[in-house]
């Protein structure tokens, strides 16, 4: 098993929310996640289609889970997330994350949230602040 | 009761995401929403704080409050957060939105997060489109 | 000449700061632009590397060209930037904006500037309102 | 003068690009900075209106100046910029730089940028990594 399994299994282990949210990761390399949820009714505002905070949600586990692989720690500084299609209860969310840059101690990633049908749902873009703290995994 | 209340109370009846984050709409005025929680075990990520979608969550649900209590359904379209001090289990976390500028079809609001102490923990900034279907509320 | 360029050529024919940047529009289709500059001394901020609001002023007229490309008149409704790396005088930039998503009303786009070497400087997204306003352009 | 003066003025004298934008520093303070420019015709788009780059680049330049003031080096990793009023040639714009949060590391800013007339032109959020450089002026 890779680095970047190793540390986002350890990550996912913890992460409640994530668990909470049904997430599956697919894909783990240094710098790039593939994770993937379905929409319950829980997670549904008042126009009962998915929260906002859901597809963020999805967005950001996948941007830790890649900002982390490279095997510093690294904490989310800022990020945006434009929702550009409605996410109904049942549909089955894929995020990927991509690294569009990285340097010593800031990185970018960019999210793409596709839904069943392979339709854009949801633009999220993020900044770490890398840590000088490595996760510490046995290789 | 205002027209900003009924609009947000009839968001928040359906509303089960916003429900499960357990908020609790504190003030509601035209434009203007402040909205509490607490933060739950089941809310936290791998490094056992408040994960990013849980603080995304609370300020996208105040400022869908704010921003639909002009009477007019406003869709998000592009938000953005900053995530500037950790949130523990147990904290008690205040949102407020404010509208930043209003036009015909593009609003623009600044989320405020802090803890039960005073303390920032989030900055979130959101932009809607403001469609032509009003809320139909009796006045 | 294709409508995406006509409609580039007359928007740049009065686009005074474009023109006191420099810009050079390489490539133009629908929903797509390559536009390059080079940096030049009066450019530079403080630090004697590019100003911040030169890259986001290439991107933001990259991002403009692509966006009214599809006929109908667009307005900027907000953008983010990420300066990744600097930039030098003599530096040549080519920023390459692409639809990422279009609906009725709002689109977004990703533009990526990167220098001569093909290093990546700046990464910028942007939304557009779509206006219902048509550009007359004899086809 | 006091060491944030100082600092900015160092920066602004060697700031060639926020000369030729004409930009007057009226207030400075620790982490502060109000900053006002007035628009010329060499600086509108297409649409004979201030550009995009014009507004971003006053309030980079109100940014730099109120991050840099706490005497350490800071630089730009990620901003953002609504522009929600148009701007004529004529129009003096004035940006104000609040810190909205400062830790070790990140520090995040919000400018807000009006007319002549005191309507809001465009909100700008940035975020800055702290560098471990201090600016050497004597005080």
Redesign the interface.
Known sequence: MSKAWKIAE?????????Q??GIDILEMETGYCVAKMTVR????????IA????T???S??AF?FASNSQGRKA???????????KVDIGDVLTATAKE??L?N??A?Y?I?VVNQNGE?VA?F?G?V?RTSKDWEIAE
Do not use: C, P, Q, R
């Open positions: 350890a990550m996912y282990a913890n992460d409640s929310y994530s909470w949210l009714e829980e997670m549904t505002n008042g126009f009962k929260h906002g905070g859901i963020y949600g999805l950001d586990s830790a904490v989310s500084v800022e990020t945006s997330i434009s929702h550009i299609a569009e840059s340097s101690k800031i970018v960019n793409t854009k633009l873009k900044t602040y």
